[in-house]
């Protein structure tokens, strides 16, 4: 996500609550929708990957399959 004039954020899954993390994002493709998180991510950490708000932040959250 970013805001016009903000820093890019995404929204990480730890301890079963949504928590905003700001990342710096590096070289990016806009035909796949895909970019390189140079910092702000933990290997291994799950990244929620839907259209969500910042009011969503600090709530509980599931990984359902």
Known sequence: HSDTGKEPWVLV??????????IDVGASD????????????AEGETVVIAKLTESVIGKPARISQ
């Not at 899954?13 to 700001?22: F, P, T």
């Not at 806009?30 to 991510?41: C, D, E, F, H, M």
């Open 13 to 22: 899954l730890k301890s079963g609550k949504l928590e905003k993390r700001v």
């Open 30 to 41: 806009t035909r796949s929708n895909q970019a390189v998180v140079r910092s702000g991510l």
